[in-house]
């Protein structure tokens, strides 16, 4: 290949590490740019192949929907399930509160 | 029983627990004593299970514990839910993480008689090929303590190759049991996809991630796989099919063994000419031993790492979305305004950069206005690839090439360089691209004060294990390369 085929500006890893929701330090920023810019410059080489006609292979087992008899079966107890939890109150998970005050809308 | 006479490898340690040469206590505490002479240096392990091992190892002494493993030391990669200990993926993320029950390939293996002995270091999440990408440090490549002993199942590799289990579990992505096996010297197999569930595997690339075994010979792989395999409807990629006793039908050679050799493996950049003479001699060994050439071609080998370095961080960025610092693993202790800073924080503190950098990848290629020119492009490049072994395959009973370009490398050489680590999986990689089987052994050393094995892979296609175990075997009959030792383990004498 010659050359760069792909561009990344830092506001646009920026905004994939919000999408990604990871608070990336302005220094990791800096850093990743570059090494995400080469990397996503080498996948271009997946370009140089014609694909139109190839129809897309999600993985190796030639299997669509797998189901079983809507039964209800036994599940981890709940302290099972809460034992790793960072906070908890209750039988809940706690976290802040979900909604800003501007959301009120929804 | 002195020291030099405990087993190391899998077989022999059942044979020797079975005919009671040693208590399944004594080898247990054997192998521990090991680890605790040797693992300050190696770093092989994560967490052990002392007590809990010596308890699992009486059981098989009163006759409580039978099966194909009984009293045989094994270690578990640390991605494998186990409902003792702590389960961390070698991450700060889940460095407390208590996993609520056992995965499914260690409800088989306890099942089976084997002992625990701990969970082995990583790459964080299973992404790298030098496990040095650990939140708790590199493990050390047991022929050459200044080297890597490849990735990610680094900690499993060298665990079996500095003598402190009889066999151990690895994971592989895109090469992370095969590779780490070949810089180690030890035998490594990537089973098919949907041979083995991943059910308690925690997830990197759904699909494309399997579990294997990592051991000193291929009878004991073929043992180990011959535990890990069969129907288990939690994974519903695992194939509801009873599979073979591949330990029974090793022995035999496969006659007329058809060979391919692919050109563009052969024309591959980067490959070390040390790499590329052992190959070439393996090669030769099995003409002598009447195996057949044939020239194949794989034409879209050379987008393998680029098709795989937008599937598997595509899907990484989706599995990993569940560390929310909510339900489990670190959390924040800054204060957040709202829960959003809260998931951020969170994931930017628990998570290393290598995850990062892949999570970023993932999310870029999958947001909106770029999953086609990524994620569906790199679905249909990995179908070329796929057909590209379909045909092989029509020629060829198994595909013979290296498992890395290099031998080990030196600790600290590629970290600085992402892409230059990715290039490290250009031989396995297409392998879990197209769902096959694969698996390296040892096949020759570097020269010098300080040997470095050299690897040799056989894939074979979608459920040919017995094949390729098989020619593996072969291959290992006829030469001595399984049987040598890093410096200070005892050499293992021929048929000893």
Known sequence: MNGKQTKITLEQVRHVGQLARLALDEDVLQRLTPQLESILDYIAKLNQLEVDHVEPMAHAVAMTNVLREDVVEPSLALEEVLRNAPATDGPFFKVPKVLGEDDSAG | ?496
């Open chain 2, 1 to 496: 029983m002195t020291d030099m006479n405990v087993p190391d490898t899998l077989l022999a340690a059942r044979e020797a627990v079975a005919t009671k040469q040693i208590s399944a206590v004594e080898l247990t505490r054997a192998t521990l004593a090991r680890i605790e002479k040797n693992d300050p240096t190696i770093k092989a392990f994560n967490s052990l299970a002392v007590e809990r091992a010596l308890q699992q190892a009486a059981l098989v002494d009163d006759g409580q514990r039978t099966g194909p493993l009984a009293g045989v030391p094994i270690a578990l990669k640390d991605n494998l839910c186990t409902n003792w200990g702590t389960t961390t993926c070698s991450s700060k993320m889940l460095a407390n993480f208590r996993a609520p029950y056992d995965a499914h390939v260690v409800q088989k293996l306890e099942q089976a008689g084997a002992v625990f002995l701990g969970k082995t270091n990583l790459d964080e999440f299973a992404m790298g090929s030098s496990t040095e990408n650990s939140a708790f440090g590199a493990t050390r490549n047991p022929w050459d303590t200044a080297r890597v002993p490849g990735g990610s199942s680094g900690g499993s590799a060298a665990a079996v190759a500095a003598g402190l289990c009889c066999g151990a579990i690895g994971s592989d992505t895109g090469g992370s049991i095969r590779q780490p096996a070949a810089l180690c010297g030890v035998v490594g197999l990537k089973p098919t996809y949907g041979l083995v569930s991943r059910w308690g595997l925690v997830a990197f690339a759904s699909s494309l991630d399997q579990i294997g075994p990592l051991t000193w010979t291929v009878s004991d792989c073929a043992a180990l796989l011959n535990v890990l395999v069969g129907p288990d409807r939690r994974d519903s990629t695992c194939i509801d099919q009873p599979a073979p006793d591949y330990l029974a039908q090793l022995n035999q050679p496969i006659k007329g063994l058809r060979l391919g050799v692919a050109k563009e493996f052969s024309a591959a950049q980067g490959i070390d000419p040390r790499v590329q003479a052992a190959v070439n001699q393996a090669i030769q060994q099995y003409q002598a031993m009447g195996a057949e050439l044939v020239d194949i071609s794989l034409p879209h080998t050379d987008y393998g790492i680029a098709a795989y370095y937008v599937i598997a961080p595509c899907e990484a960025s989706s599995n990993l979305a569940r560390y929310d610092g909510v339900h489990f693993g670190h959390r924040t202790a800054h204060a957040v305004d709202d829960i959003v800073e809260l998931f951020s924080r969170s994931r930017a503190e628990g998570f290393g950069e290598e995850v990062k950098r892949r999570i970023m990848i993932g999310t870029y290629a999958l947001s909106s206005g770029y999953y086609d020119a990524y994620y569906n492009r790199a679905l249909k490049v990995r179908r070329l690839i796929k057909q590209d072994f379909d045909q092989a395959f029509g020629r060829c009973d198994a595909i013979i090439c290296p498992t890395s370009p290099t031998p080990a490398f030196a600790i600290g050489e590629r970290t600085s360089d992402p892409l230059s680590m990715y290039l490290a999986d250009t031989f396995t990689v297409t392998c879990n691209i197209a769902g096959i089987c694969g698996i390296s052994l040892p096949c020759g050393f570097t020269d010098g004060p300080r040997p470095l094995p050299i690897g040799l892979q056989l894939l074979g296609p979608a459920f040919g294990e017995s094949t390729i175990l098989r020619a593996a075997r072969m291959y290992e009959q006829a030469t001595d390369w399984h049987r040598r030792r890093p410096a200070g383990q005892s050499q293992v004498a021929r048929e000893g």
